[in-house]
T-cell receptor, first 112, second 112 residues
Framework: QQQVKQSPQSLIVQKGGIPIINCAYENTAFDYFPWYQQFPGKGPALLIAIRPDVSEKKEGRFTISFNKSAKQFSLHIMDSQPGDSATYFCAARGGSNYKLTFGKGTLLTVNP | DTAVSQTPKYLVTQMGNDKSIKCEQNLGHDTMYWYKQDSKKFLKIMFSYNNKELIINETVPNRFSPKSPDKAHLNLHINSLELGDSAVYFC???????????FGPGTRLTVL
């Protein structure tokens, strides 16, 4: 049972493009939705996160849009750069033990 | 440097062997985690300890045994290794189980 569904699996854009990665969840008890960025050979690192009482959060070139009624959230990367090429994971936290459930990841390639 | 560190970075071993992976964090965090990332990059939590107490124990074979000698260390011991155990194992820590998680660099385990 996959509680957080992430799409697309991979994404290729040109430099300056705006890649969008989407996630959907099922459990309405989730209360925190982070996005992690992972470079090859490294551990995931928190990029940006949102709580369900907010519809949008922006940090630099990264924006999360959150639709509570649809149980969906997405990551937008403005003015994407080759250095943004990485795997991006959405996640959702919920339950009494605050467990993080991850999406399956999106491999983003930004071509120069 | 303040960080989550893991040793070894690479581990190649034969089926049936017993091995351990060590994790240390010097961030002063109370909560530590082990995650498994499979060949398709899917990240799944295995265990979580808060102040040396086990709080998350996912459906993991009992060949895997975490040990937390103190709140700065969380080691993972694996008995009778199987081919399917090949993966990258990440340690993470957070100030509390409610907070942002910081991941280590990972240990790539290959079982031959």
């Amino acid at each position: 049972q996959q509680q957080v569904k992430q799409s697309p699996q991979s994404l290729i854009v040109q430099k300056g493009g705006i890649p969008i990665i989407n996630c959907a969840y099922e459990n309405t008890a989730f209360d925190y939705f982070p996005w992690y960025q992972q470079f090859p050979g490294k551990g995931p690192a928190l990029l940006i996160a949102i709580r369900p009482d907010v519809s949008e959060k922006k940090e630099g070139r990264f924006t999360i849009s959150f639709n509570k009624s649809a149980k969906q959230f997405s990551l937008h990367i403005m003015d994407s750069q080759p250095g943004d090429s990485a795997t991006y994971f959405c996640a959702a936290r919920g339950g009494s033990n605050y467990k993080l459930t991850f999406g399956k990841g999106t491999l983003l390639t930004v071509n120069p | 440097d303040t960080a989550v560190s893991q040793t070894p970075k690479y581990l190649v071993t034969q089926m049936g062997n017993d091995k351990s992976i060590k994790c240390e964090q010097n961030l002063g965090h109370d909560t530590m985690y082990w995650y498994k990332q499979d060949s398709k990059k899917f990240l799944k939590i295995m265990f979580s300890y808060n102040n040396k107490e086990l709080i998350i124990n996912e459906t993991v074979p009992n060949r895997f045994s975490p040990k937390s000698p103190d709140k700065a260390h969380l080691n993972l011991h694996i008995n009778s290794l199987e081919l399917g155990d090949s993966a990258v194992y990440f340690c993470a820590s957070s100030p509390g189980s409610y907070n942002e998680q910081f991941f280590g660099p990972g240990t790539r385990l290959t079982v031959l």
